[in-house]
């Protein structure tokens, strides 16, 4: 079946430091890919998206490249802010009407001043 | 802009009670679905739905019921509580999807504690 793996958290950095949250995903067909960005106390909301080999999805700073080769769609960047903090979840989802989204666990990044 | 309403925004339960946890769309979103947010385990999908009458299982369906009688709504049913049911519980939303532009809105989530 198809699964998102993350990298095991929580993470902690300071203000300006460089962030890379690890995701390889295994899937049964041609999976598109998200980022989703869930703030405390609220639901998730879509931080990015790819959805063939090689594009890259960008948002708020963030960037993520859509890796075929080695399953992977890894989250970057590059000077972390406060307003950071929040739960990261990688997801994928397989083209087709009754296609789910299929979620990782979730990273828990928090940022100190 | 509503986009996706989640109710109650927190609920305590007593073991064996019953409740439906609502929600509802104003997007005209075909495909709704139900998601349980529990610590080191992700969002796991409990049951969805692509369109009014249909609906079908998600991975741990277990103790819940959906319907679907209409496009807005997709309300979730726990017919006994148990302690083990206690969770964040996210609805979401997109259209049908194609391969191309279907983000999945969420709903604010419901807190439900089974006591």
């Known amino acids: 079946g198809d699964s998102v793996t993350q990298m095991e958290g929580p993470v902690t950095l300071s203000e300006e430091a460089f962030l890379t949250i690890n995701c390889t995903y295994t899937a049964t067909g041609y999976p598109s890919l998200f980022w989703y960005v869930q703030y405390p106390g609220e639901g998730l909301q879509l931080l990015l998206k790819a959805t063939k080999a090689d594009d890259k999805g960008s948002n708020k700073g963030f960037e993520a490249t859509y890796r075929k080769e080695t399953t992977s769609f890894h989250l970057e960047k590059g000077s972390v802010q406060v307003s950071d903090s929040a739960v990261y979840f990688c997801a994928l989802r397989i083209t087709g009407a009754n296609s789910k989204l299929t979620f990782g666990k979730g990273i828990t990044l928090s940022v100190r001043p | 802009n509503a986009g996706v309403t989640q109710t109650p925004k927190f609920q305590v339960l007593k073991t064996g009670q019953s409740m439906t946890l609502q929600c509802a769309q104003d997007?005209?979103?075909?495909?709704m679905s139900w998601y349980r947010q529990d610590p080191g385990m992700g969002l796991r999908l409990i049951h969805y739905s692509v369109g009014a009458g249909i609906t079908d299982q998600g991975e741990v369906p277990n103790g819940y019921n959906v319907s679907r009688s209409t496009t807005e709504d997709f309300p979730l049913r726990l017919l006994s509580a148990a302690p083990s049911q206690t969770s964040v519980y996210f609805c979401a939303s997109s259209a049908i999807w194609t391969g191309g532009n279907t983000e999945a809105f969420f709903g604010q989530g419901t807190r439900l504690t089974v006591v």
């Open positions: 997007m005209n979103h075909e495909y």
